[in-house]
C-alpha cells in the first residue's frame, strides 16, 4: 500500500542509472515468485514477451476494433464465407529462414490437430486452407464475417521449427525463434532481456535497442523503480505514479464495461421488472468513483463503450444508453414483479425480505468497491445484498457453473458481433452446474439468436448497423447484464527516454503491455534524445 493511515508517503521513482537511454525497463511480467521458462505463445502460462516475438496476420485495436495490416498486407472477403489474405514477402524469422504463406498454413493445421493451442477458437470457424503463392484462402464453415478479426489476431508460429515438436500443447519452447521486434537474451528466474531483432521486416521503426523484464514488480516497485512502462491499476495514481517524477504519465482508456450480472436461471432475476428495479436503483457515477477513484466513468446500458464506439451508437435510445437513479421508478418495477416497500425492507408475497447474494473476486480492489456500493444503494430501497468473495479462480469457476445468483462482471468491447455474441448468444447456454465460456448471466433470448446468426452472414456495412442498432435495444430494454461504469485499460508511461506513447490525443493502440498490442506501440516510440544519440 502507498498510502498510510493518516497520512501520504511521498515516493520518488528512482531508475537505475546502469540502464542505458535505448533500454526499456518493463513492468509486464510477473514471477510466481520466479520465472518460468516458457516462450510458447499459446499456452496460458507463457512468459509475456512470446507475444512480442510471434505475430499475428492483423493487428486490432482493442479499443476500437481498427485493423492494421500486420503479417497479412492485405485480405478480403470474396463471398460471407471465404477470406484470402496476401502474406508479406519481406518478413522472416529471427534464425534468418523467410516467413511464408506455408507457415501461417502450417500454424492452423497444428492448432487443429490440438485443438488446446487454438486460442483463438480459429477453427470453430474454419472449414479448409489453401496455399497458392503467397496467398492463402480460408473456406469457411458458413457465411461468417466475423471470423476475419479471430483468424487475423491467431499468432504464426515456423514451421521449419514447430514441425518437429511432438506436442506443442506442452513445449515450453524456451529458444523462441519469431518473427517479432526483439530476440529473446539473457534469461534468469528473477530477470530476462530482449534484444532487437536488426532483421525484423519492421526494424527501421524500432528505436529501442533492449528491453528488461523484472519477475518482481510490486505495486510499491512500479512507482519506484524507475519503470518506462507500467500496466496496473495504483491507488491515488497522480499522487504516487504521478508524483513520484516529472516524467510519469498515465492513461486509462475505457475497453469494456463492468456491470452486475444476474443468473436468468435462478428466480427472480429470470424477471425484467426485477432487472430494471435494480438498474434503476443504482446511481452509477457514485459507483464509478467509487471503484475507480474517479478515473472511469458510469457506463450506458447499451453494451457499447463510448465515445470509442460512438459511430455505432443507435441516436434512438435515449441519452446514449445512460440509465439516471430513478427510486420511485425502480419501486414501481419491483411492484410489478410482485415486490412492495415495508418501511425499510423491500418484500415479496411471502413477507420476505428480497435479499441476494452478490459475488465478486477477492483481491479485485475496484470491484469490491463498488459491489460495496451497491450493497449501500440497494438497501436505501429496501434489498439486503451479500458480499461473496472468493479468490479469482473460484470467482471464474462459479461464474463458470453458474453458481451464483447475481455476480459483478463484464460486457461489452472490441469487435461488435463478439461483444454481442458473447454476452447474448443461446449457443453458450448450459444449464447450471454445467461449464460455459461465454453467456455467464445464461441469458436466451430467440430474437437476439436470429439477429446474432444474421449479422455473423452479413458483409453490407449498412445491414451490419442495422442489425447492432436492434442489438443495443435488447440490452437496453432486457438487461441481461445490468451496466454500471467503463473499466480501464490503465497505462503507465514515463516519457523522459521513450516518447509516442498512446493517448487520448492519439488512441492508436490500447496501452496495454501484453498480447499483441505492444508490437504497434514498439514501433511508435521514439528515442526522447533521439538526436544525441
Not at 434512438?316 to 437513479?325: F, H, L, R
Amino acid at each position: 500500500m502507498l498510502v498510510a493511515t493518516g497520512c501520504s508517503i511521498q515516493v520518488t521513482s528512482q531508475p537505475d542509472p546502469t540502464i542505458p537511454d535505448d533500454t526499456m525497463l518493463i513492468n509486464a511480467d510477473r514471477g510466481n515468485p520466479l520465472f518460468d521458462r516458457n516462450f510458447n505463445p499459446y499456452l496460458t502460462n507463457t512468459r509475456t514477451a512470446s507475444r512480442w516475438m510471434y505475430e499475428p496476420l492483423i493487428m486490432i485495436n482493442p479499443l476500437d476494433n481498427e485493423q492494421t495490416p500486420w503479417l497479412a498486407t492485405e485480405w478480403s472477403l470474396p463471398d460471407a464465407d471465404t477470406i484470402e489474405m496476401t502474406i508479406r514477402d519481406d518478413a522472416e524469422w529471427s534464425d534468418g529462414e523467410p516467413l511464408t504463406a506455408d507457415d501461417v498454413a502450417f500454424t492452423f493445421e497444428m492448432l487443429e490437430e490440438f485443438p488446446a493451442i487454438d486460442i483463438k477458437g480459429a477453427w470453430q470457424h474454419i472449414e479448409s486452407i489453401e496455399v497458392e503463392g503467397d496467398t492463402i484462402t480460408f473456406e469457411l464453415l458458413t457465411d461468417d464475417v466475423p471470423a476475419l478479426t479471430i483468424i487475423g489476431a491467431t499468432y504464426i508460429v515456423p514451421e521449419h521449427i514447430w514441425s518437429d515438436v511432438e506436442d506443442p500443447s506442452t513445449w515450453r519452447n524456451e529458444d523462441p525463434i519469431g518473427s517479432g521486434p526483439f530476440t529473446l537474451g539473457n534469461y534468469n528466474q528473477q530477470q530476462y532481456s530482449m534484444d532487437k531483432n536488426e532483421d525484423y521486416w519492421q526494424a527501421d521503426s524500432i528505436e529501442i535497442q533492449h528491453l528488461i523484464l523484472p519477475a518482481t514488480n510490486t505495486q510499491l516497485d512500479t512507482v519506484t523503480r524507475g519503470y518506462d512502462w507500467a500496466y496496473s491499476f495504483i491507488s491515488d495514481v497522480e499522487g504516487t505514479w504521478g508524483a513520484a517524477s516529472d516524467s510519469n504519465r498515465f492513461w486509462f482508456p475505457p475497453i469494456g464495461i463492468i456491470g452486475l450480472m444476474p443468473n436468468h436461471e435462478v428466480a427472480p432475476f429470470d424477471d425484467v421488472h426485477v432487472r430494471r428495479g435494480i438498474s434503476l436503483a443504482l446511481e452509477r457515477g457514485a459507483i464509478a468513483d467509487s471503484a475507480s477513484e474517479g478515473y472511469m466513468e458510469p457506463a450506458g446500458q447499451t453494451g457499447l463503450i463510448l465515445p470509442n464506439q460512438e459511430d455505432q451508437l443507435d441516436p434512438s435510445i435515449p441519452d446514449g444508453g445512460m440509465i439516471e437513479q430513478d427510486t420511485d421508478a425502480a419501486l414501481a418495477e419491483f411492484e410489478q414483479a410482485g415486490y412492495t416497500l415495508e418501511g425499510d425492507r423491500l418484500v415479496g408475497a411471502d413477507g420476505e425480505q428480497f435479499s441476494f447474494s452478490l459475488t465478486s473476486a477477492n483481491g479485485y480492489s475496484d470491484w469490491t468497491r463498488a459491489a460495496q456500493e451497491v450493497q449501500r444503494q440497494l438497501r436505501g430501497v429496501g434489498i439486503e445484498v451479500k458480499l461473496s468473495l472468493p479468490q479469482p479462480a473460484g470467482y471464474q469457476q462459479a461464474i463458470s457453473n453458474g453458481d451464483f445468483e447475481v455476480a459483478l462482471g463484464g460486457m461489452g468491447g472490441g469487435y461488435v458481433y463478439q461483444a454481442y455474441n458473447s454476452l447474448l448468444s443461446s449457443e453458450f447456454y448450459v444449464p447450471v452446474g454445467e461449464t460455459t465460456a461465454n453467456n455467464f448471466a445464461r441469458y436466451r433470448n430467440p430474437e437476439a439468436d436470429e439477429l446474432l446468426a444474421e449479422l455473423k452472414a452479413t458483409p453490407d456495412p449498412e445491414r451490419q448497423l442495422e442489425l447492432s442498432h436492434a442489438l443495443q435495444n435488447i440490452v437496453y430494454d432486457d438487461l441481461p447484464v445490468i451496466g454500471m461504469y467503463y473499466g480501464g485499460s490503465w497505462g503507465l508511461f514515463n516519457d523522459a527516454k521513450f516518447t509516442g506513447w498512446p493517448s487520448e490525443e492519439d488512441p492508436y493502440m490500447a496501452p496495454q503491455n501484453y498480447d499483441s498490442a505492444p508490437l504497434m506501440i514498439f514501433t511508435r516510440l521514439k528515442l526522447a534524445n533521439g538526436d544525441d544519440q
